[in-house]
């Protein structure tokens, strides 16, 4: 007798015989091999001799799952570089000049482009630039890629930014902060005041 049972969504599937394998091969072939081909007649031997040992957990006499194979990932619709800017860039504004590559599924070689950012005065790490169709082709749509630039902010060996605010920190002597003093604190536009 042969059964058979068939899991749910992601389950598994299982075979079991209660008949002798050598009778279902002469079945199935119109022969056998004798008792010796399947040892003491297990369902294990039966397997070994003719899938090489198979794991029958995921090979003959198991499924360890029935869902489709997951599809191959999509290139990203956007794609993100870092951008980044000094702390006078960001104060000042600047225009900065990036190269890219550009790949096409019609050309074999990569395209190099130039893209022309504005970096306004106030700007914040974190702000987003975007160009629309400047990256790679997307498969062989015709459609492309956007070009995404995020701003960095470098690192300033004076200052730290938090928020809209510029901290610039110096140690002070005993007597300096006891007495009290002037000094010249420098500032992103190279004064002193």
């Excluded at 901290?167 to 002037?182: P, V």
């Amino acid at each position: 007798m042969i059964g058979n049972s068939f899991g749910g969504r992601g389950g598994g599937c299982h075979y079991s015989f209660s008949r002798d394998p050598n009778d279902i091969f002469a079945q199935m072939f119109g022969g056998g091999f004798g008792d010796g081909m399947f040892m003491n007649g297990g369902m294990d031997d039966f397997g070994d001799s003719f899938f090489g040992g198979m794991n029958r957990r995921n090979g003959f006499g198991r499924c360890a799952s029935t869902r489709a194979p997951s599809p191959e990932p999509k290139q990203s619709r956007i794609a993100e570089f870092d951008l980044k800017c000094s702390l006078e860039e960001l104060y000042g504004g600047k225009t900065k000049r990036v190269k890219i590559k550009r790949s096409s599924c019609t050309v074999q070689r990569p395209s190099e482009t130039t893209l022309e950012i504005e970096v306004k005065p106030g700007w914040k790490a974190g702000t987003k630039i975007t160009f629309g169709g400047e990256g790679d082709e997307l498969g062989c749509t015709g459609r492309c890629q956007d070009v995404a630039f995020v701003v960095r902010e470098k690192g300033h060996p004076l200052f730290e930014r938090s928020g809209s605010d510029l901290i610039y920190k110096r140690k002070l002597t005993l007597k300096e902060a006891l007495t009290g003093f002037e000094m010249d604190v420098p500032t992103l536009a190279g004064a002193t005041r």
